[in-house]
């Protein structure tokens, strides 16, 4: 959380290079999905979602959803991520979600697009990424 400090800004000091990035992979029952929207292929993103989704016992067990182009920083849903906890990953879950982060993120108009469209653009993005997460959720329960 403390990495991101502004647009295009890190904590990384002035003689300090990133070097390497380490991600694990996902265990079974876990799925994962990243969406963006962009003017162009290759342009920075206007909006992004990246998802993590847990699944056990026919429930969502724990989820992460983290939405970028929507601030300086990137934005943790945590109030999304409440209302995923316990239920069916399903459609109508999955809709709640989608409110809850149009609800949350606060964007800022900017001369590409307006906030109303940020806004619009992240909750359809985590909804679509928490479908697709909860569908690799399910085959990687079948791989195991």
Known sequence: ?????????????????LTEVWLRNPAPGQGWAFGEVSRRQGDFALVGAV????????QIADSRLVLFGVGGT????TAA??????AKPDAEAFRAAEAKVKESVNPENDVHVSADYRRHVAG???RRGLQEAAG????SRGAS
């Open 51 to 58: 998802t993590l989704l847990s699944v056990a016992g026919g």
């Open 1 to 17: 959380e403390g990495f991101f400090s502004g647009y295009f800004s890190t904590a990384i000091e002035a003689n300090e290079m």
């Open 124 to 126: 359809v993005l985590a």
């Open 136 to 139: 690799r959720a399910a085959s």
């Open 74 to 77: 990137p934005f943790r849903a």
């Open 81 to 86: 991520e409440a209302v995923l906890k316990g």
